[in-house]
């Protein structure tokens, strides 16, 4: 098979290697990585110098009870396939993440989160059993096994190759979103909406360029599932090409979250928009990583306990000195559901936001990285692709137990990728 | 009025897309193949994805003796049959010319099957005075090439034939689009490393549901094979038969 360059998401971090696209799981044996449609950030989904296995062809329906809202998919199958199939029959996944091209599989891997975690809990909380390779011989396992479980919810597809998940679905009213959105005029206020926020899907949108009284300010979401006549959809755009490197520079992005910021007037207003306008924005502009040149981007994301706002307060701040930022960037609420040992979220405010790649932002989120260590927080394995393992073990107190669990599950070690070697999450030390 | 769509061929992944398709738009589908606990997953998914019911059905191009079963299973009041049909194989050249034998099943994977199956249907949608016909060829069809003439020979001839069935139904009211696909990212074309203007069967089902509502006679899909093939088309055959292209 020829040897393909591929990269995560950022397209900061590369790797050489062969991609193999089986079509069935019959003669799947778990001989290297498993991949799905490499919507992490770094190199969670990299394999340099090796070869790794492409799920996405595996992505059939297996079972479906629309009575009860479980379901049997292939891992393989997109979140965003999942809801334009469902929402108009009444179902969703019950955890949606910000962009509907993740697999189920790579959203078991990373126990992601969506807008609604404070109500409903991380994704593979959601998920009642999963199907795993180990070796040749293809495994189920529930919440009943509960270090294998545990070590394969957000485990990054160190346990064995998912290959089939049964989730459990969330009623929805029907395919729109009635959704009000509000100024947040500055950090108090923006902590204080969400705090306030009782909807069941929340989020808040974040200028990360605005500095002194300005500073937090931004846009909080709230959403709920309903029903009515749909505004037609506009197709996809594609980013066709690299944009040169200074698209996303320092005043461009300050002049785009200025108007962005006014687009939503002064007392409010509530929209009804597509589920999936909702739930993915950013799904509408195919290959929209390519907006960040060819030298690609990092996403930066932590979460931080519930008392440590101040400590976010602060992070934000250098971000905001430092004009790195892009447009996109998410602060939100978390509830404390998580389902694996090395699952991201706890309750706290969790930030995100996305850096091109350049020396000055690298240093920046070397110290951003310290500064959540210090608050108590964590980072984000989807995201991540330049932490350092001694501090990202101490960010994730179970993750001797996974270590443990995994050394059985993949003795030989096979399915490390780039991020398990980088990090050396596969030993204690 | 509800649809019925047969689908000949229905494990191919061209196939699985546009199952997936018609499945979502309330289709009802009749999954025809060979390989049986292939099509149970897909009949599985396509329920899943909305078709009222999906049935798997044997079908063998090579043996006539499943055609008539089928036609009965699809043939029920209130609904209007169409058919897609996406069979066809292809062995390299090589293997052809090392084994002679081999030909006779390319032409009836690709023609004699598929085109006889066409021709016990058509009374069917004659009488309906209504449905549709996909047929899927292939761009190998429209000139003899060195590298593999016997598949394009047979492609060429289903591609004769469905003219001729679109000739012969078009008065009917029922409509034959001929789908030439390129090379199409699928299971078949990856051992053959990069392909020029390669495509994937979702963007293939996509051309062919707006050929369908064009009601278009002949769809390449890329579009670019189009003028590709048109001038393929034009080179002499004194200058051609020295080529390989």
């Known amino acids: 098979m020829t040897k393909t360059t591929y990269t995560g998401w950022g397209r900061a971090l590369r790797a050489e290697g062969t991609i193999s696209r089986p079509a069935s799981p019959v003669d799947l044996s778990a001989t290297a990585p498993a991949i799905g449609n490499r919507r992490s950030y770094g190199d969670a989904p990299l394999n340099d110098g090796a070869t790794v296995i492409d799920m996405t062809r595996m992505d059939q329906i297996v079972a479906f009870d629309p009575a009860t809202g479980l379901i049997t998919v292939q891992s393989g199958i997109t979140l965003g396939d999942l809801v334009r199939v469902l929402a108009p029959q009444g179902w969703l996944p019950a955890v949606l993440p910000g962009t509907g091209f993740a697999t189920v599989g790579g959203a078991i891997a990373m126990d992601v989160h969506g807008k609604n975690h404070h109500h409903m809990g991380s994704f593979c909380e959601n998920v009642t059993a999963i199907t795993i390779v180990q070796g040749d011989t293809p495994r189920k396992i529930t919440p009943k096994n509960t270090g294998l479980w545990k070590s394969t919810c957000g485990g990054l597809g160190q346990t064995g190759i998912i290959t089939q998940a049964t989730l459990q679905l969330t009623r929805t009213k029907g395919d729109l979103m009635l959704v009000t959105e509000q100024r947040a005029t500055d950090w108090d206020h923006h902590i204080a909406l969400l705090d306030a926020s009782d909807a069941p899907y929340t989020v808040g949108w974040i200028d990360a360029t605005a500095k002194g009284s300005a500073l937090g300010r931004g846009i909080v979401e709230e959403g709920e599932t309903c029903k009515g006549l749909r505004p037609t959809r506009r197709a996809a755009k594609k980013i066709p090409f690299d944009a040169p490197h200074w698209a996303l520079s320092g005043p461009i992005v300050k002049a785009f979250n200025a108007a962005y910021y006014r687009r939503v007037p002064k007392s409010g207003r509530t929209v009804v928009r597509p589920i999936q306008d909702f739930f993915f924005p950013l799904d509408k502009i195919h290959d929209w990583n390519r907006l960040y040149g060819k030298r690609g981007f990092h996403q930066f994301q932590c979460v931080v306990p519930l008392g440590q706002a101040n400590a976010l307060r602060a992070m934000m701040d250098m971000i905001a000195e430092s004009s790195l930022a892009s447009p996109l960037a998410v602060l939100k609420r978390m509830g404390p559901g998580r389902a694996g040992y090395l699952s991201f979220p706890m309750e706290g405010y969790t930030l995100a936001v996305d850096f091109p790649n350049r020396p000055q932002a690298r240093d920046l989120i070397a110290q951003l990285e310290t500064a959540t260590l210090a608050a108590g927080g964590r980072l984000y394995l989807a995201k991540d692709a330049l932490s350092t393992g001694p501090a990202l073990k101490k960010m994730y107190p179970d993750h001797p137990k996974w270590v443990a669990n995994v050394t059985k599950a993949d003795p030989q070690g096979l399915l490390q990728t780039d991020m398990t070697r980088r990090l050396e999450l596969r030993t204690l030390t | ?245």
């Open chain 2, 1 to 245: 009025m509800t649809d019925t769509w047969i689908i000949l061929g229905a494990s191919s992944t061209i196939a699985k897309a546009f199952t997936r398709s018609v499945a979502e738009q309330g289709a009802r589908v009749i999954l025809a193949g060979r390989r049986m606990d292939d099509l149970a997953a897909i009949a599985a998914d396509a329920t899943a994805r909305g078709a009222p019911e999906a049935t798997p059905v044997m079908f063998d191009a090579r043996d006539p003796a499943t055609f008539q079963p089928i036609i009965e299973s699809a043939n029920t009041e209130g609904t209007t049959i169409h058919c897609a049909v996406f069979v066809g194989s292809m062995p390299a050249q090589d293997a052809i010319d090392a084994d002679p034998t081999l030909l006779d099943g390319v032409i009836a994977d690709s023609l004699t099957g598929p085109a006889r199956f066409l021709q016990m249907l058509a009374p069917v949608l004659q009488a309906q005075g209504a449905g549709m016909i996909v047929g899927v060829g292939s761009v190998a069809g429209d000139r003899g090439r060195v590298g593999n003439y016997v598949y394009g020979a047979a492609k060429a001839g289903f591609a004769t034939y469905l003219s001729g069935l679109r000739n012969a139904l078009g008065r009917h009211g029922v409509h034959v689009l001929t789908v030439k696909p390129g090379p199409v990212d699928t299971a078949m074309t990856e051992g053959l490393g990069p392909q020029p203007f390669m495509t994937t069967a979702d963007a293939v089902v996509a051309d062919i549901h707006k050929a369908l509502g064009k009601k278009r006679n002949t769809l390449y899909t890329k579009w670019i094979w189009l003028p590709v093939m048109t001038v393929i088309k034009l080179i002499p055959e004194p200058i051609f038969k020295k080529m390989s292209i």
